[in-house]
């Protein structure tokens, strides 16, 4: 079974502009969670989508959004970027996802972006 | 609010020594509680995970962490430590209000 896909691998920015990043999820699961990775502030939780519903979200400015269409797909936007957005994007796929107890999450390998 | 707290942002052990990495959790209810794994440019892999089914949880790659209510920690453990088992280790809760936190990590650095 293949893993949690994420698209592109790097990106690079400028500050202002927008940026669209994609995950697909393990075959079967529903659930999709962001989360931002940086030197300074660790992992941190940015939403979780479950059947195209947002279930959970972060404690993230209104810059960050997501959605998940029917096929699990997700994807996160970033308006107006600043530089402190630079960061490793990750996102983690599970079956049932945080609603479901012991469910595991399984993570891509990110999406690495830099705001110049 | 949940949070895990990972004693020592650096650890350095000998090839074949013990590997020990702290973690605290804080939570008024039993936990769900995960150790992952992140290797350079890559993503976090799941090195195990507390069910509640046992207190002491093996995972892969030779790991097992001990869930120990009385004193809040969940630590990791490997009796020798290989080469290959340098990497970032993430704690982390999963909270009644559904969220994951994860802790700082702790880099692990392994001396031949």
């Known amino acids: 079974k293949a893993g949690v896909t994420q698209t592109p691998r790097y990106l690079i920015k400028t500050r202002g502009q927008q940026v669209t990043l994609s995950c697909s999820p393990i075959?079967?699961?529903?659930?999709v969670s962001w989360y931002q990775q940086t030197p300074g502030q660790g992992l941190q939780f940015l939403f979780e989508?479950?059947?195209?519903?947002?279930?959970n979200k972060g404690n993230f400015p209104g810059r960050f959004s997501g959605r998940q269409f029917s096929n699990s797909r997700s994807e996160m936007n970033v308006s107006t970027l600043e530089l402190g957005d630079s960061a490793l994007y990750l996102c983690?796929?599970?079956?049932?996802?945080?609603?479901?107890?012991?469910?595991?999450?399984?993570f891509g390998p990110g999406t690495r972006l830099t705001v110049l | 609010a949940q949070s895990v707290t990972q004693l020592g942002s650096h650890v350095s052990v000998s090839e074949g020594a013990l590997v020990l990495l702290r973690c605290n959790y804080s939570?008024?209810?039993?936990?769900?509680l995960f150790w992952y794994v992140q290797y350079p440019n890559q993503g976090l892999q799941l090195l195990l995970k507390?069910?509640?089914?046992?207190?002491l949880v093996k995972g892969i790659n030779g790991f097992e962490a001990e869930f120990k209510k009385s004193e809040t920690s969940f630590h990791l453990t490997k009796p020798s430590a290989h080469m290959s088992d340098a990497a970032e280790y993430f704690c982390?809760?999963?909270?009644?209000?559904?969220?994951?936190?994860f802790g700082t990590g702790t880099s692990l650095t392994v001396i031949p």
């Open positions: 983690a796929s599970a079956s049932r996802g945080l609603a479901g107890g012991q469910d595991t999450q399984y």
């Open positions: 075959s079967g699961h529903r659930s």
């Open positions: 989508y479950f059947s195209e519903t947002q279930r």
């Open positions: 939570s008024s209810v039993p936990p769900y």
């Open positions: 507390y069910t509640s089914a046992a207190t």
């Open positions: 982390a809760v999963r909270s009644t209000g559904n969220q994951f936190y």
